[in-house]
T-cell receptor, first 115, second 113 residues
Framework: ETGVTQTPRHLVMGMTNKKSLKCEQH?????MYWYKQSAKKPLELMFV???????ENNSVPSRFSPECPNSSHLFLHLHTLQPEDSALYLC??????????????FGQGTRLTVV | EDQVTQSPEALRLQEGESSSLNCSYT??????LFWYRQDPGKGPEFLFT???AGEEKEKERLKATLTKKESFLHITAPKPEDSATYLC??????????????FGAGTTVTVRA
């Protein structure tokens, strides 16, 4: 398998459920990202991990909790979500030297619907 | 704050009818400008990176250019398979924003046969 793989592709969850999104990259990159894409809006950066350390958290609500156990895997744990959290959640990876960050490669996304 | 504005929001073309998409940006020092293509229900697919004004990149029917304030994505003699949403993103030189890509809302291109 190559590239960036996200599972599941689709998820429907109730507001009281707990679920997790998974992302795996096979590109040898050292930075991974979670983005949220809502209809007619630009992609919003949620979290960035570089060398498994979180370097940016764009004021995301605590009901979203990321986890990066190693440089190839990234999770987004979800709990007590709201209907407005329904969106396409995209994982991406890139290579960074701290001075230059290369282009990001994206997974296919998880379409999340909160009911 | 970095800003990226894409226009038009939507573009309908006849097959073979060339056109251009615009990406205007405001950033405190540009590290790189990126173009992506996104098909419905899928993740963005990387197309080009441009680093400095005057730079051009080409791939099949697509050509991206860069000035100090904007970038253009030219589509020459488009085909129906070029139908997609094209996203522009910028990365700032500021060290605190080293990892951040600021995206525009995209231009949705529809090419009719």
């Amino acid at each position: 398998e190559t590239g960036v793989t996200q599972t599941p592709r689709h998820l429907v969850m109730g507001m009281t459920n707990k679920k997790s999104l998974k992302c795996e990259q096979h590109l040898g990159h050292n930075a991974m990202y979670w983005y949220k894409q809502s209809a007619k809006k630009p992609l919003e950066l949620m979290f960035v991990y570089s060398l498994e350390e979180r370097v940016e958290n764009n004021s995301v609500p605590s009901r979203f909790s990321p986890e990066c156990p190693n440089s190839s895997h990234l999770f987004l744990h979800l709990h007590t979500l709201q209907p407005e959290d329904s969106a396409l959640y995209l994982c991406a990876s890139s290579h960074t030297t701290g001075v230059l960050t290369t282009e990001a490669f994206f997974g296919q996304g998880t379409r999340l619907t909160v009911v | 704050e970095d800003q990226v504005t894409q226009s038009p929001e939507a573009l309908r073309l006849q097959e073979g009818e060339s056109s251009s998409l615009n990406c205007s940006y405001t950033v405190s020092g540009l590290r790189g400008l990126f173009w992506y293509r996104q098909d419905p229900g899928k993740g963005p697919e990387f197309l080009f990176t441009l680093y400095s004004a005057g730079e051009e990149k080409e791939k099949e029917r697509l050509k991206a250019t860069l000035t100090k304030k904007e970038s253009f994505l030219h589509i020459t003699a488009p085909k129906p398979e070029d139908s997609a949403t094209y996203l522009c993103a910028v990365q700032a030189l500021t060290s605190s924003n080293d990892y951040k890509l600021s995206f525009g809302a995209g231009t949705t291109v529809t090419v009719r046969a």
